[in-house]
């Protein structure tokens, strides 16, 4: 058994990654280890960015969004010096198990320290819900709460204008908030970038038919990797003569107390990565998959591609008449 445990968080902030922490460091000292935080992601164990934590470290911080630990994007840990370095500090503390939650980058930097010697286990912590091997990742259910109440405070004022408004949700590579959110607020058209569109036939006309039926105002998603909502609303306004709006939401998004959903999958994913490591086991991905808690190899993790949900896209559209 490991003589102590350590948590970062990595990356992009989430909604939920706070109750993950909290999950690790109770699930740890209940398991019989020393649980040490650290801070500001990986370049915590480069620069020695350490606390150890008691029960009351992670006390009222379950409902908080960010993450106590802050977080950070480490360039040198991309390198094995760097690398190495982390894991004989992780030796000089006794740490002989890490959590990591993050993203796909953060995984790599679990593997990287699990081939040093260091049992490493991520967590998928990403609000774009972009990781392969899990079918939901934490931060995804508050971050789509909250595009889908700025969305419809936009719905109101589109409504007493008879405006279309085109709306930027966060997603780089990733449709999911787009597709979840848009059918969520009855979204026109959503604008995803696994999905090849063309403005004329995926806009326009869906605007055009909706116009017909007596609809009069019109929300537009696309996501954060398609881009260009001011060039498409112009767009849109100069073909139609309707007055439209564009709205980029960017980083609140992000922020907020999380939801019921997220607290709870990331207490769930916490707990079960502090027990992989009560039997040394590391290099592992927590995941949930049709509703479980399991866990994959990172590399096998991240070799996963993604598969986008066309059906729930079909869904989408079917609906949006």
Request: net charge negative; hydrophobic share 40%; proline share 2%.
């Amino acid at each position: 058994m490991a003589k102590s445990l350590a948590v970062l968080t990595s990356g992009g902030d989430a909604p939920g990654m706070n109750a993950a922490v909290r999950a690790v460091v109770r699930a740890g000292i209940y398991n019989g280890f020393k649980v040490y935080g650290v801070y500001k992601g990986y370049n915590g164990l480069l620069n020695g960015d350490v606390k150890e934590m008691d029960l009351r470290s992670v006390s009222d911080i379950l409902s908080r969004g960010g993450t106590v630990l802050y977080t950070a994007r480490s360039k040198k840990f991309m390198q094995e010096e760097y690398q190495l370095k982390a894991a004989e500090y992780c030796r000089s503390l006794d740490i002989e198990g890490l959590v990591v939650i993050g993203g796909d980058g953060s995984f790599r930097g679990a593997r990287a320290l699990s081939k040093a010697g260091i049992p490493t286990v991520a967590l998928p912590g990403t609000i774009d819900n972009d990781i392969a091997c899990s079918d939901y990742t934490i931060g995804f259910d508050t971050a789509m709460n909250t595009a889908v109440e700025m969305i419809d405070k936009i719905r109101d004022t589109a409504q007493s204008h008879d405006r279309c408004s085109v709306v930027e949700v966060m997603g780089r590579h990733c449709g999911d908030i787009a597709l979840h959110t848009g059918i969520a607020v009855g979204a026109t058209s959503i604008i995803v970038p696994e999905i090849e569109y063309d403005l004329e036939r995926d806009v326009i006309a869906r605007i055009y038919e909706q116009k017909d039926t007596g609809k009069k105002h019109f929300i537009i998603i696309v996501a954060e990797g398609v881009g260009g909502v001011q060039d498409i609303s112009h767009y849109i306004q100069h073909r139609t003569g309707i007055e439209t709006r564009a709205t980029i939401l960017g980083h609140v998004q992000r922020g907020g107390s999380p939801s019921l959903r997220d607290r709870l999958i990331a207490t769930d994913m916490g707990v079960a990565a502090v027990h992989l490591l009560a039997k040394g086991i590391g290099n592992r991905v927590i995941a949930s998959q049709n509703g479980k808690i399991v866990d994959y190899d990172i590399t096998e993790a991240l070799e996963m591609p993604r598969v986008f949900d066309d059906r729930l896209y079909k869904v989408a559209m079917e609906v949006s008449i």
